[in-house]
C-alpha cells in the first residue's frame, strides 16, 4: 500500500526545502500552514520513501506516514512519564542528590536500551536511594520540566475527549504531581517504602515494568470500553514496547534508536506541537 508521508519544517527554515519542492514538485500534495511550523504532504507514488528519509535526516526533519485513524477516534493517550513528558529521569536525580549519581545513570542506561532486566535494574537502583527525606521530593520537582507543547498536548487531548494516563516505571510522587498539575485523568508508577520520613531502598507492591505497563493499559482500555483502534501511546524506551504495542498509534519521543523500528511515528526533532500538527493532517 502507498502512503503518503507528512514533512514538518519551522517557517524560519523554509529555505531548507527550497530544493526538494523544485525536484520533486509533482510530489507534493499539499501544504497547511500552522502558527510555528509548515507540513507537507508527500506523495510516495512519486518519490521513493528512501529518498524522503535520506532528506529530512540531513536536515533533521521530522517526518512520519501519513495515520488513517483520525483525532476524533482516538479515547485514550497513555504516556511514559521520565525523558518522554518530562526533561529528566528523577531517579537518576534523587540518586545525584545522595551522591550515588553515576552509579544509578549507568543502570538507567542499560535499563533503557534492554541490556539488562528492569525488575532487578530497578531493585538495585533503589537500594542505592535509601535515606533519601521524603521532604526532598520537591528539590527533585524544582529541576523537572515539562517538554515543549506537553501542556497544550494534554489540553488538546481533553478538548477532543482522549483520555489521559501516564503509565510510568518511575516514583509515584513524581506521576502523582504530574497528573494533578496536567489533569490527567490516570497515573500509575511505582511504589517506594518510607520509614521515619526516609526511603528505605525498599520497593512496595507490584514492579511496574513492560508487562505491567502492557496489562494496565488493558485495564484502562476495558474501563472506557475501547480497543487498541482508539488509543495512542508516546514512549521512549525498551520497557514501553508492550504498552505501545497496545495502542493504533505508538509514537516515540526522542525514543531510544534500539526501539524506533517498532513505533508507528518517532519525534526525533520536532516536540509535542509536532504530534499535534501531524495529527490534524
Known sequence: MNLNYLIEFKKENAFKMKNFLELNPESILKLSIYDDSEILIINQNKISTHSIKKYCELNKLDYVNSFSTKKNQLKLCAMDMDSTLINIECIDEMAQFLGKGEEVARITEDAMLGNIGFNDSLKKRVEYLKGFNVDDYYKIINKMNLHH?????????????????????????????????????????????????????????????????????????????????????????????????????????????????????????????????????
Do not use: H, P
Not at 162 to 174: D, E, K, Y
Open 149 to 281: 507543547g506537553v501542556k497544550e498536548w494534554i489540553i488538546f487531548c481533553q478538548k477532543n475527549d482522549i483520555r489521559t494516563a501516564v503509565i510510568s516505571g518511575g516514583f509515584s510522587f513524581f506521576t502523582d504531581y504530574l497528573k494533578n498539575e496536567l489533569g490527567l485523568d490516570y497515573a500509575f508508577s511505582n511504589q517506594l517504602e518510607v520509614k521515619d520520613n526516609q526511603l528505605t531502598g525498599n520497593l512496595q507492591g507490584k514492579i511496574i515494568n513492560a508487562s505491567e505497563k502492557e496489562n494496565i493499559i488493558k485495564l484502562i482500555q476495558n474501563d472506557l470500553g475501547i480497543s487498541k483502534d482508539g488509543t495512542v501511546t508516546i514512549v521512549d524506551g525498551s520497557n514501553d514496547l508492550l504498552m505501545a504495542k497496545q495502542s493504533a498509534l505508538s509514537i516515540g519521543f526522542k525514543a531510544k534508536n534500539t526501539i524506533m523500528k517498532d513505533l508507528t511515528w518517532n519525534i526525533r526533532y520536532g516536540d509535542y506541537f509536532s504530534i499535534m500538527n501531524f495529527l490534524t493532517n
